[in-house]
Structure formats: C-alpha cells, structure tokens
C-alpha cells in the first residue's frame, strides 16, 4: 500500500515537498512515479525514477522545477516542488511498477497511492 501527503496550499513561487511511503511492501525493487490529475484533465506522469535512481523522468512542463527522490532505506519516495506555478494545481499520485516492466505509461503501474492535493494560488 503506498502512502501520498504533503500536499497543501500554496502561493505561487513556493515549494512543497511530497512523500509516498509504502507498508507491506519494500520499493527497492519497484520504479516510481509522481502523477497528476487536475479537473477535467488526463491524469499524466509528471516524473519518474527507477528503482536504483539511476534514471530518472520530468515532464517538460516541470523540468527544472521538480526534483524526484528515492531513499530505499526509508521505502519512500519524494517529490520536491519548487517555483509552483498555479497550473500545478491538481491532484497528486505516486505509484509503482515492477522494475521489469519497461513501459512508463499510466497502465504500466500497478499500484497506486491515495492521492494528495496541491493548489497553488495565484
């Protein structure tokens, strides 16, 4: 079971760092993701990282901006957001795919947190 928080409000130029945490499960064998899901929209992976954190993944709409991270010890995965903008507002996913699996689409993650919400006001 995976665990998203951290979500929250925002003013726009700030930061929120996420956290997805899992129980009865370790993540290190599992790449990861962080999706969003804003109203009326298509839910889209916004960054990735794969199990070892040697690769990772962000959308153009976020590079240079979000910062991915993995601490397997820990079993969680982060998700630092900076200079927020009030078109990230939306609904926050992490979840995870078996590390065999090669694709980094929406189907190929099996599980999938609860969600947390980010609003970034203007």
């Known amino acids: 079971q995976l665990q998203a928080c951290g979500g929250g409000l925002v003013q726009a130029g700030g930061s929120l760092r996420l956290s997805c945490a899992a129980s009865g499960r370790t993540l290190s064998s599992y790449d990861m993701g962080w999706f969003r899901q804003a109203p009326g929209k298509e839910r889209e992976l916004v960054a990735a990282i794969s199990w070892s954190g040697g690769y990772t993944y962000y959308a153009d709409s976020v590079k240079g901006r979000f910062t991915i991270s993995r601490d397997n010890a820990k079993n969680t995965v982060y998700l630092q957001m900076s200079s927020l903008k009030p078109e990230d507002t939306a609904v926050y996913y992490c979840?995870?795919?078996?590390?065999?699996?090669?694709?980094?689409?929406?189907?190929?993650?099996?599980?999938w947190g609860q969600g947390t919400q980010v609003t970034v006001s203007s």
């Open positions: 979840a995870a795919k078996w590390r065999s699996i090669r694709g980094w689409s929406l189907g190929d993650f099996g599980s």
